[in-house]
């Protein structure tokens, strides 16, 4: 209450800051008259418009605006987005948000809902589409289903970087270099150069270093640390006006420490002597303990290459007719480590590994004459090959220990302390006799306990390969000089195989009692059974005689064979749209849309070890959208606003719940969201700009399994509000720039955390805590530039009152009652120095 009290205090102070600095600027206004705001040109439609002509909600900014907030991925644009929310657990694991509708799963097998595209290339596979932010011309977020205009991935909106390019016949160059606190480094810069009067090329690129916000209690790196470096290449040769051709060359490559997950019901440890070393809070020090020689060795942390290339072609064929071909590759190549339980004892190591392969080819021949008529046809072609495979380490020894109750070593009270690591064989003794004594074989609790396996690992691979066809088309006509409508259609087919695998490399003791504990052995066989666990050789006994039992999966046909799936999808998206021009300067339209996520083949493992591979069609996802809303620049383009409110129904929504450590897609019926969402643009005067937004959504299941549940990562109310003060000064100006951003209560599952509805985990999850509440981050941006200069310095403070918050809860853990909690940012503070040429 403290903490929230405050933050709506330091919101009132900012707020009322913002409005001295107008009183002052209005009365400065009187020598320097106010200004037009910029106009920003956008390709929404796939054409070029204004923002106050496109008919749907739509927030576009420059890369300068961009810059001058200081923002570099997409976790900082999003909070600047009505409606739009992005989660950044790491670089590889990001969840992308639209209108309470998340895009996250990294399964090969998975389908986006929202679309991410870069250089016109759609690049939203979840585990390649976190890029940096940088060098940009502008970014354009477009809410509602876009299926017509950008793909089938776009079943509720789409992201579109527009970067610079290179410009023939030009000669420019920058460089940024920023430094901070937590050992925070970052170097950016770009080059343009002609090749001749028809051709250029640009290099942009960006370093950046940023030691980890959660300490290390252990030594070595502390958690959530990065190192990326990106670069772009581009040419573009441009004969004439009737002809561009652009290639361009995209690489990233991501090294981070080990992320955060940290459970908040232990204090952390050493696990040799059981020692408390921090707090239980999120955000203080971790130690967090991998699994010894887990996957070769591996260590917590991320190593990640994103790249692809990219080839772009426009032909004015005549006055009118103009045609665009889009042709890409892309990669990408992921491997994550994480402590999946939160505490300092080796209970559960994972990884994740991921890789993709893509190409594409799309086709475009849009229609403009200057007349009432406008749209396009086009066809495109795209194919996609990748896997997920998802290695996991069990100390089944501890693993006992947990199901039992017993981890701190007492039945009664959770959470005081982890016990010394030397101290489980005999927690697990106790609990096997405490298991085995009603069986009449309490005498084998020392036998089967010697066979628990301390590095039991298993592992589980889904694959995919997609060819999808579709063809689309979009026509606009004007019945007046201010009414228009326009309609669009998309055909989509997709051929998909899903594969899929499990496999161990030794039988899982604990498994085999998880079986019996189930009644999956029949009665007359448990002496026979038990016998075999208390055997010194159980390890190593034939498959034949005793099942080859995992964990969490059981292993395919020997012990890792490879089922496939075939299946074919089709169907249509559309949408029509009306637009009115109130004025010169107010267009009012609506809009109805049907978006459309395809159809998922949810694969696990077998019932029994060494069967095939279940696979599990679930419908497709269908919503319907309507959305109406205004749009207006007022005082003579000083002030620009728009609203729009909206209705969407889901039918067959696709979620995820959680079977055992296992993730699985499957139908959870359906659901509305509806809300509002409003942006406003204003220059008080020459040397004020305000800029807010505000966005009311609530999405809520309707029936099935989370009927009444609020939709995951989906805050009910989001705001945030800045300004832009220049103070003109001897020899310069002054720019201060401070911005606050809001969000209020949000769950991280669709389950909301509710226990009853996580009857399917190892270990019940009896407390609902898997939240945040309301929170809010002050920002500011001080910016000194020299009269004439080419050069400039700025400080930055992010999050200066150092709000404590978490940005994700619950986890791979969370099915060994063990969730796992990861901090937000705390405070950061830096300086830049700029450089033009």
């Not at 011309?137 to 950008?150: C, M």
């Not at 008529?373 to 086009?378: H, N, S």
């Not at 659901?671 to 509002?676: L, P, Q």
């Not at 989906?714 to 003109?728: E, V």
């Amino acid at each position: 209450m403290a903490n929230e009290l405050k933050t709506r205090l330091m919101a009132a102070a900012a707020l009322s800051g913002v409005l001295a600095m107008a009183q002052a600027a209005q009365a400065q206004s009187q020598e320097a008259g106010p200004t037009d705001l910029d106009e920003i040109v956008v390709t929404a439609q796939l054409r070029e418009q204004k923002t106050i002509e496109v008919p749907f909600a739509l927030t576009a900014y420059s890369g300068q605006f961009l810059e001058d907030l200081g923002i570099q991925e997409f976790e900082q644009l999003s909070a600047f987005v009505p409606g739009f929310l992005v989660q950044n657990q790491s670089p590889n694991n990001p969840g992308f948000v639209m209108r309470g509708i998340t895009s996250d799963s990294g399964a090969a097998t998975a389908e986006p809902r929202v679309s991410v595209f870069q250089d016109g290339v759609s690049i939203s596979k979840s585990r390649g589409s976190y890029v940096e932010l940088f060098d940009l011309a502008r970014v354009e977020v477009a809410k509602g289903p876009q299926s017509t205009l950008y793909g089938r991935g776009a079943l509720i909106g789409a992201v579109n970087l527009v970067q610079n390019r290179a410009e023939p016949g030009q000669t420019e160059a920058y460089a940024n270099i920023e430094a901070g606190n937590e050992d925070y480094r970052m170097v950016e810069g770009a080059l343009n150069l002609p090749v001749g009067e028809t051709a250029g090329l640009r290099l942009a690129t960006r370093l950046k270093t940023r030691g980890g916000s959660v300490e290390n209690l252990r030594g070595g790196d502390d958690f959530n640390g990065i190192k990326t470096k990106a670069v772009r290449l581009s040419g573009a040769w441009a004969p004439s006006d009737a002809l561009r051709f652009d290639v361009i060359g995209n690489y990233q490559n991501d090294h981070a420490s080990g992320t955060s997950f940290k459970s908040i019901a232990y204090a952390p440890a050493d696990p040799d002597t059981g020692a408390v070393l921090g707090g239980k809070e999120p955000w203080e020090g971790a130690a967090l303990t991998r699994g010894g020689a887990f996957d070769g060795g591996k260590d917590l942390g991320l190593d990640r290459e994103v790249w692809g290339l990219t080839g772009l072609a426009r032909i004015n064929l005549n006055a009118a007719w103009t045609l665009n071909s889009t042709t890409a590759y892309r990669e990408f190549d992921n491997y994550e480590t994480f402590d999946a339980d939160g505490v300092s004892l080796p209970v559960l190591t994972a990884a994740e590994e991921t890789h993709g392969e893509q190409w594409s080819q799309d086709l475009r021949l849009g229609f403009d004459n200057g007349g009432r008529l406008t749209g396009f046809v086009g066809a495109g072609w795209f194919h996609e090959e990748g896997y997920q495979r998802t290695p996991a380490q069990f100390d089944e020894r501890l693993a006992l220990a947990q199901l039992a109750g017993l981890l701190d070593g007492s039945p009664t009270t959770v959470g005081d302390r982890t016990l010394p690591l030397a101290a489980y064989p005999t927690v697990a003794r106790g609990a096997l006799a405490a298991l085995l004594t009603p069986l009449g074989a309490g005498a084998l609790a020392t036998p089967i306990a010697a066979n628990l396996d301390p590095a039991h690992i298993e592992t589980s691979t889904n694959r995919s390969e997609l060819t999808s066809y579709d063809v689309f088309g979009d026509v606009t006509y004007a019945f007046t000089d201010r009414f228009e409508m326009s309609a669009g259609l998309r055909y989509t087919r997709d051929d998909k195989t899903t594969g899929y695998a499990s496999s161990v490399e030794r039988r899982s003791a604990l498994g085999a009692l998880l079986g019996l504990q189930t009644g999956a052995v029949p009665a007359a066989q448990v002496p026979s059974f038990l016998a075999a666990l208390a055997n010194p050789s159980f390890a190593a006994l034939p498959a034949g005689l005793f099942p080859l039992f995992g964990l969490t999966a059981q292993p395919t046909t020997n012990n890792g064979d490879f089922s496939y799936f075939d299946s074919e999808d089709d169907g249509l998206t559309w949408r029509l749209t009306a637009r009115y021009e109130l004025t010169d300067e107010t267009n009012l339209y609506a809009n109805y849309a049907r978006g459309r996520r395809p159809e998922v083949i949810s694969a696990s493992g077998p019932s029994a070890p060494s069967g095939a591979a279940r696979f599990t069609p679930v419908d497709a996802e269908t919503v319907d959208s309507y959305e109406v809303g205004a749009k207006s620049a007022l005082l003579d383009g000083r002030l620009r606003v728009d609203g729009a409110v909206f209705l969407y129904n889901y039918e067959n929504f696709q979620t995820t719940i959680q079977q055992g450590t296992q993730f699985i897609t499957t139908n959870a019926g359906e659901a509305k969201s509806y809300g509002f969402e409003g942006q406003a643009n204003f220059a008080v005067a020459s040397t004020l700009d305000l800029f807010a937004t505000y966005a009311y959504n609530h999405s809520r299941f309707e029936n099935g399994i989370y009927d009444g549940n609020q939709f995951r990562l989906s805050p009910d109310h989001a705001a945030s509000i800045g300004a832009t003060w220049r103070l003109p000064t001897t020899g310069g100006e002054i720019e201060v720039q401070p911005t606050y951003t809001w969000q209020s209560k949000v769950f991280f599952s669709d389950d909301n955390d509710i226990p009853a509805l996580q009857t399917q985990n190892f270990v019940a999850d009896l407390i609902q805590d898997e939240y945040q509440d309301a929170y809010g981050l002050l920002n500011i941006r001080v910016r000194y530039t020299p009269e004439g200069g080419n050069w400039g310095l700025e400080a930055f403070g992010e999050n200066v009152l150092d709000e404590k918050y978490i940005k994700d809860a619950g986890n791979t853990g969370d099915a060994l009652g063990m969730p796992t909690f990861i901090a937000g940012r705390p405070a950061a503070y830096g300086l830049v120095f700029k450089l033009k040429l």
